[in-house]
């Protein structure tokens, strides 16, 4: 079974810094999401990758397939982007589908 | 698109009731996930269906767990028993055909078992 760690478990920084979100993982995969959680529960797909780089508005998503290890960063944060983000992979054959998931980095964003 | 639904929103039930936790994945998509998500062990994959097949619940914790999908618009998660430690949100998500798509969540039933 994949072991997924993130890094640092725990966030906060100020509105305007630039955040980065880490995220490894054991055994080969065939993607790897990152997930936003708000407040109220509510679970969001940000980025799905599987190679390279994937950039939407703010949000920024790496991965390296060779260290296994992808990265989350944020532009000029926002106290909106508050939550907590979630790495969660998927196996590269063989087994579930489904998604193994990271514990999770709880962000605050102070004004 | 209405999204993944899942109904009761919160649920409170004593230890020993029978709970049925219910969703409707988004329509044509052939994937639907049932997880778990409590404080202590965070987002588990209980078990998932393709084309309203079960195909793997190695994640079911245990014979009180059961999951049916008996068409492609609805899908139940049933407790019985129910026991205090099943109390977590159950999240339910929904993907189209083939591997490497993205999913799409429900928001979640609250379960609350005293």
């Known amino acids: 079974k994949n072991e997924v760690e993130q890094s640092p478990q725990n966030l906060t920084a100020q509105e305007g810094e630039f955040i980065t979100i880490n995220c490894s993982y054991s055994?080969?995969?065939?993607?790897l999401h990152w997930l936003q959680q708000h407040p109220g529960g509510g679970i969001v797909s940000l980025f799905m990758?599987?190679?390279g780089k994937k950039k939407h508005g703010r949000l920024i998503a790496t991965i390296n397939i060779q260290e296994k290890h992808s990265s989350l960063h944020i532009t000029a944060s926002h106290p909106r982007d508050s939550a907590v983000y979630i790495c969660a992979v998927r196996g590269s054959g063989g087994g579930a589908d489904g998604l193994t998931f990271g514990k999770g980095t709880h962000l605050i964003i102070q004004p | 698109d209405a999204g993944v639904i899942q109904s009761p929103r919160h649920e409170v039930t004593e230890m020993g009731q029978e709970v049925t936790l219910r969703c409707k994945p988004i329509?044509?998509?052939?994937?639907l996930f049932w997880y778990r998500q409590t404080m202590m062990r965070g987002l588990e994959l209980l078990i998932y269906?393709?084309?309203?097949?079960?195909?793997?619940d190695s994640g079911m914790p245990e014979d009180r767990f059961s999951a049916k999908m008996p068409n492609a618009s609805f899908s139940t998660l049933k407790i019985q028993p129910s026991e205090p430690r099943d109390s977590a949100v159950y999240f339910c998500?929904?993907?189209?055909?083939?591997?490497?798509?993205?999913?799409?969540f429900g928001p979640g039933t609250r379960l609350t078992v005293l």
């Open positions: 269906f393709n084309n309203n097949v079960p195909i793997d």
């Open positions: 329509s044509g998509h052939d994937y």
């Open positions: 055994v080969g995969i065939s993607a």
């Open positions: 990758l599987s190679s």
């Open positions: 998500a929904s993907s189209p055909g083939f591997l490497g798509n993205e999913q799409f």
